[in-house]
């Protein structure tokens, strides 16, 4: 068994900055991808930020030089730096990882439950 356990949402200015973090825990051999997705009301998923296990990452346009992504291998947990925060940054937050479980042959994805971000004045 695998959760995802994400924290530091919140709300928060315009211009304004919030760190959230996702800790990942259970029978875990391996993480390879970990991602940062966000869901507005009305709007399907998307994609905000990932990093492989290699450092390897990618950001959507809308967030590229507000965020920045990265990870700690050893805690297995991945965090989202959100800097100059916009009201259209207001969504809930999703963590995504592929897992590779012990006794398992194959890397799954597994989510975590959302932490909301709302960016208002």
């Known amino acids: 068994q695998v959760q995802l356990v994400e924290s530091g949402g919140g709300l928060v200015q315009p211009g304004g900055s919030l760190r959230l973090s996702c800790a990942a825990s259970?029978?875990?051999?391996?993480?390879?991808?970990m991602d940062w997705y966000r869901q507005s009301p009305g709007k399907e998923r998307e994609l905000v930020a990932g990093i492989t296990s290699g450092g390897r990452i990618d950001y959507t346009d809308s967030v590229k030089g507000r965020f920045t992504i990265s990870r700690d291998n050893a805690k297995n947990t991945v965090y989202l730096q959100m800097n100059s925060l916009k009201p259209e940054d207001t969504a809930l937050y999703y963590c995504?990882?592929?897992?590779?479980?012990?006794?398992?042959?194959?890397?799954?994805?597994?989510w975590g439950q959302g932490t909301q971000v709302t960016v208002s004045s």
């Open positions: 995504h990882a592929d897992i590779l479980l012990y006794l398992a042959y194959t890397y799954r994805d597994y």
């Open positions: 259970g029978s875990i051999i391996s993480i390879n991808r």
